[in-house]
C-alpha cells in the first residue's frame, strides 16, 4: 500500500522567510511519481513539479526547490524568500508508474497549510 | 479557458435525496479521476476512466455512488440517497495518457457538498 505523510499540519512565517516543507512516503513500487500540488482558497489543485524515482536530480524552478531522497524516501519543497501569496494548503503526492495500462490515481498526504504574514 | 471544469460549484441538499455533478475534463485528455476531500484532509481516489470505461473503483465509492462517462467526454457522478457523511468536496482531474507518455493531473475547482 502507498502512503504519504506531510508531518506539518500548519507552518507559520514572516515574508521573505524561507521555508520548508516536508513530504515522507511510502511506496512498495520500484518505479513511482512524486508530485507537489498547490491548493489556495479557491480550491482547485494547482501542479507544481512531478518526479520519477529514475531522478534523484534537485530542481530549482525560481524562488521553488524540491529535495528527492530516495535514501529516505524524502521529497521534500522549499521556497525561498516567501510571499504572501505562497499561502496555501501544499499537498505531496505518489503515484505508480506502469509502462501500459494502470492508472495515474494519486495518494495524498493530508497537507501542509502555510501561512506567509507581512 | 481549456481547464477542467465542474458544475455545480456548491450544492446543498436534503439529506436522501440524490444529487449529480458534472465534470468536464480538458479536452484531448483521455483519462479522467473523480477524488473525494474532507475538511483537513488530502483527496482520496474514488474512481478513474480511460475515455468511456471506468477502469478502477475504489472502496470508498458505495453503492450509492455511480460515475459515468458515456462519450469519452465530460463525466457525472451522481450520489444517491445522500446521507450527512458524504459532505465534502468531489474533485475531478483529467490527464493524457498515451504510449508516448503521460501528463501529470490537472484538477477542476471542484463541487463543495453539504447535506442537511
Known amino acids: 500500500a502507498q502512503k504519504v505523510t506531510q508531518a506539518q499540519t500548519e507552518i507559520s512565517v514572516v515574508e521573505k522567510e524561507d521555508v520548508t516543507l516536508d513530504c515522507v512516503y511510502e511506496t512498495r513500487d520500484t518505479t513511482y511519481y512524486l508530485f507537489w500540488y498547490k491548493q489556495p482558497p479557491s480550491g482547485e489543485l494547482v501542479f507544481l513539479i512531478r518526479r520519477n524515482s529514475f531522478d534523484e536530480q534537485n530542481e530549482i524552478s525560481g524562488r521553488y526547490s524540491w529535495n528527492f531522497q530516495k535514501s529516505t524516501s524524502s521529497f521534500n519543497f522549499t521556497i525561498t524568500a516567501s510571499q504572501v501569496v505562497d499561502s496555501a494548503v501544499y499537498f505531496c503526492a505518489l503515484s505508480e508508474w506502469r509502462l501500459t495500462g494502470g492508472g495515474n490515481k494519486l495518494t495524498f498526504g493530508t497537507g501542509t497549510q502555510l501561512k506567509v504574514e507581512l | ?116
Not at chain 2, 103 to 109: K, R, S, V
Request: some cysteine; overall charge neutral.
Open chain 2, 1 to 116: 479557458d481549456t481547464g477542467v471544469s465542474q458544475d455545480p460549484r456548491h450544492k446543498i441538499t436534503k439529506r436522501g435525496q440524490n444529487v449529480t455533478f458534472r465534470c468536464d475534463p480538458i479536452s484531448e485528455h483521455n483519462r479522467l479521476y473523480w477524488y473525494r476531500q474532507t475538511l483537513g484532509q488530502g483527496p482520496e481516489f474514488l474512481t478513474y476512466f480511460q475515455n468511456e470505461a471506468q477502469l478502477e473503483k475504489s472502496r470508498l465509492l458505495s453503492d450509492r455512488f455511480s460515475a459515468e462517462r458515456p462519450k469519452g467526454s465530460f463525466s457525472t457522478l451522481e450520489i444517491q440517497r445522500t446521507e450527512q457523511g458524504d459532505s465534502a468536496m468531489y474533485l475531478c482531474a483529467s490527464s493524457l495518457d498515451t504510449s508516448g507518455g503521460r501528463t501529470e493531473a490537472f484538477f477542476g475547482q471542484g463541487t463543495r457538498l453539504t447535506v442537511v
